[in-house]
């Protein structure tokens, strides 16, 4: 698991969250912190545990970090509960996961189990990250784009406007259009 708390951690701060380590007598967790977004990170060997222990585990955690919540203040709207397992659940486990994230007492959460490599943990962690990418455009030409809008106008003006001919010069190609 000490693993998997060093792949959370380089996550968030490549995410650009302040990060720290703290210590639970489960193990370590993580606290990660933005300007909008605040939360802790708990790490279990497999999704059982995790079903099993996180309400007593987080409780003990944010009782910790209570002051801090208070001095957060409109932050802490945006708190969030990560729950991750190394070891992947069974599918009434990962029903219990998809119930335990649809609880928004106190917190938001995110449950996730067989989560053992840095691409798991992105992708478990994905809804506290900015979007990444930007959409892809095609090229596109210009000239032919608004030759084929303009279909209906004088092929003379068209050829003229493209051209960068002046303001005039349009002008008296669309009173000759006409």
């Given amino acids: 698991m000490t693993n998997l708390i060093e ?10 969250y302040e990060v720290a ?3 639970d007598t489960d193990g370590p967790f993580i606290m990660f912190e933005s300007a909008v977004i605040l939360g ?19 409780q003990r955690v944010i009782k910790q970090a209570q002051l801090a919540l208070r001095r957060a203040e409109a932050k802490s709207w945006n708190a969030y509960l990560v729950l991750l397992a ?3 659940g069974d599918y ?10 649809e609880d928004l007492v106190g917190t938001r959460k995110i449950a996730r189990a067989g989560i053992i490599n840095a691409q798991d943990t992105r992708e478990a962690m994905l809804p506290l990250f900015a979007v990444q990418n930007a959409p892809r455009l095609a090229t ?3 000239s032919a784009e608004i030759r084929l809008r303009t279909s209906e106008l004088p092929k003379e003006l068209v050829d003229a406007f ?6 005039a010069t349009l002008t008296q190609l669309l009173e000759t259009g006409q």
């Fill in 86 to 88: 190394v070891t992947p």
């Fill in 140 to 142: 596109v030409d210009m």
């Fill in 162 to 167: 493209l051209g960068g001919a002046t303001e």
């Fill in 92 to 101: 009434g486990q990962n029903v219990k996961l998809g119930t335990i994230e």
């Fill in 7 to 16: 792949l959370v951690q380089e996550q968030l701060c490549a995410a650009g």
């Fill in 21 to 23: 380590v703290g210590e």
């Fill in 40 to 58: 802790f990170v708990l790490c279990f060997p497999n999704a059982a545990a995790l079903i099993e222990g996180w309400q007593p585990t987080s």
